[in-house]
């Protein structure tokens, strides 16, 4: 493949960086990094990126275009959910195939992508959107009568990976979950980011069911599904923690097919046409809930659960489908395979973990990566953003896949200390 061009958005604490980088490398793509770091330090990270402001897409897309010239790119692709409006924008001054910027605003939008997916006539939760500022136990008086009824979900309009998202099943936990998402949300890396979105939430009624994963991608406004991933462990609350995800799906045809539909539908209803596709949905007796269409791939090293004919990897085939090749032909491997996101069972400082060596030697499990960085402050989930690390198994069958994570996750020992109060 002659060497072209992609630039590759994303903030400076992206996993999938390095994996994005092996996939070039192999492929002879040259990726152009644009990300959110300070523009001035000289390159502090070795790798020429453009220095760029998710909060400023107007003067970042302009960054851009400066800093790549006469030299345009072949693609562009973002990493993680902040950067999809930049890349929309930046799509669209190259005149490259891309997601409309609205689209792209609207997919990391809780409350506009409820409404556009309400509006297109498929399956909602009954939802409302309030401001921070409102007294909780007005809240549970005047405005949610008659509009949710509990046990409802109350969560942040754009925060991912589930963090900040709680349950609430009464009115007392009501009022004691909307007062701890609103110390999230004025916390100083959610204000950092500077985005008005983060003033007000979302509540809607809770539905129950099983909880699916899609991911694939759409090329001019055609759907097409890479994996329906499966999610075992209960996501029923008070949190919403995502531990395993596998594939093949054990839901039958039928299922998948509506899934599919479903997810395509909704990619239709937000306006999102061209490039990587990840939902999550809820499926119960009255049919498939569409709860998020983000317009990036799946987050983290999940990708590594992923793996093409060819042994390529997810993001050689985005890489393809960005500088306009045909992946239609590139389809999931056969055998089943899972990631472990490993979940952070308490607060504390991190001070090691026991059992690797043992986890991997667990029959079916490819590998064990920790993450988390030794000293460093563990939150769990619904303030925490990230994981102890991942655990990745193939097998014959989703359930020896899911029989193998569980097995090494249970040989592993994390040493979390007790953090210490400093009292001025």
């Not at 400066?66 to 990493?79: D, F, N, T």
């Amino acid at each position: 493949m002659n060497e072209c061009t992609v630039v590759l958005v994303a903030t400076t604490t992206g996993y999938q960086i390095r994996s994005f980088g092996e996939a070039a490398e192999k492929l002879g793509v040259r990726l152009i990094f644009a990300s959110d770091r300070c523009d001035q330090l000289d390159d502090p990270w070795w790798d020429a990126a453009i220095p760029v402001r998710f909060h400023e897409p107007d003067r970042s897309t302009e960054a851009v275009v400066s800093a790549l010239g006469q030299a345009p790119p072949r693609g562009v692709l973002a990493v993680g959910d902040r950067p999809t409006l930049l890349v929309a924008r930046i799509a669209e001054r190259f005149e490259l195939p891309g997601n409309p910027p609205g689209a792209a605003a609207a997919s990391r939008n809780k409350l506009a992508s409820r409404q556009a997916i309400h509006d297109a006539g498929l399956l909602t939760p009954s939802y409302h959107v309030v401001s921070l500022e409102e007294d909780a136990r007005v809240l549970v008086g005047t405005v949610l009568a008659g509009i949710v009824t509990f046990p409802v979900v109350i969560k942040p309009l754009a925060l991912s990976g589930s963090r900040g998202v709680m349950r609430a099943d009464d009115a007392e936990e009501f009022v004691s979950r909307f007062e701890r998402l609103r110390a999230l949300l004025q916390s100083p890396d959610v204000r950092g980011e500077r985005d008005a979105v983060h003033d007000g939430a979302l509540i809607e009624s809770f539905i129950p069911g099983r909880e699916f994963a899609v991911e694939g991608v759409l090329t001019r406004g055609a759907f097409t599904p890479f994996a329906i991933f499966d999610k075992p462990d209960p996501l029923d609350g008070p949190f919403f923690e995502e531990t395993i995800y596998l594939t093949p799906s054990r839901a039958d045809e039928r299922e998948q097919q509506a899934i599919v539909d479903a997810v395509a539908a909704a990619t239709r209803a937000l306006g999102l046409w061209h490039g990587p596709v990840h939902a999550e949905c809820r499926v119960n007796d009255a049919g498939v809930y569409v709860l998020e269409v983000a317009a990036r791939p799946i987050g983290g090293l999940c990708s590594k659960a992923l793996r093409f004919n060819s042994r390529a990897s997810l993001e050689e085939v985005l890489l393809r489908h960005a500088i306009g090749e045909d992946v239609s032909g590139f389809v999931r491997e056969a055998s089943a395979s899972g990631v472990m996101m490993i979940p952070i069972p308490k607060r504390g400082i991190f001070r090691g973990v026991d059992g690797v060596d043992e986890a991997r030697a667990v029959d079916g499990v490819e590998d064990v990566s920790i993450t988390a960085k030794p000293d460093a402050l563990l939150l769990p989930l619904p303030e925490g953003r990230s994981y102890l690390g991942f655990i990745f198994a193939r097998g014959d069958r989703p359930e020896t896949a899911e029989l193998a994570i569980r097995e090494a996750h249970a040989r592993l020992r994390f040493a979390i200390e007790r953090e210490v109060a400093i009292v001025p």
